[in-house]
């Protein structure tokens, strides 16, 4: 059984940092992508970013695009999603995302909810003054 646990949210001011940790079950990483998510109140989850397992490629959404960098660390089990200069937009709860099927994002699909089967519990992000 897969499984996802999320940590490192919390309140930040705009213009803040925060890193986010994904700690998965033992080879998940070596075998599958793992995407992060997130979701505002009254708002669809929406993908932030991807990282391969094949090859380390690493997508992202495009308003993250040089504030957000996503790594792994294989010997710890764990993702990190590490977010810069903040803004109150960012405030939603945060998800790590994994299924059994791909090693590799894709960018026609990676951002697709109905890929993932397995899912942490999230980890709240809140950017405000």
């Known amino acids: 059984q897969v499984q996802l646990v999320e940590s490192g949210g919390g309140l930040v001011q705009p213009g803040g940092s925060l890193r986010l940790s994904c700690r998965t079950s033992?080879?998940?990483?070596?075998?599958?992508?793992i995407g992060w998510f997130r979701q505002a109140p009254g708002k669809e989850r929406e993908a932030v970013s991807c990282?391969?397992?094949?090859?380390?490629?690493?997508l992202y959404k495009e308003s993250v695009k040089g504030r957000f960098i996503a790594s792994r660390d294989d010997a710890e089990n764990t993702v990190y999603l590490q977010m810069n200069s903040l803004k109150p937009e960012d405030t939603a709860v945060y998800y790590c995302?994994?299924?059994?099927?791909?090693?590799?994002?894709?960018?026609?699909?990676?951002?697709?909810?109905?890929?993932?089967?397995?899912w942490g519990q999230g980890t709240q992000v809140t950017v405000s003054s």
């Open positions: 033992p080879f998940v990483l070596d075998y599958y992508a």
């Open positions: 995302a994994t299924d059994e099927t791909r090693a590799k994002c894709y960018s026609d699909d990676y951002d697709s909810v109905t890929r993932y089967d397995y």
């Open positions: 990282i391969s397992a094949s090859d380390g490629d690493i």
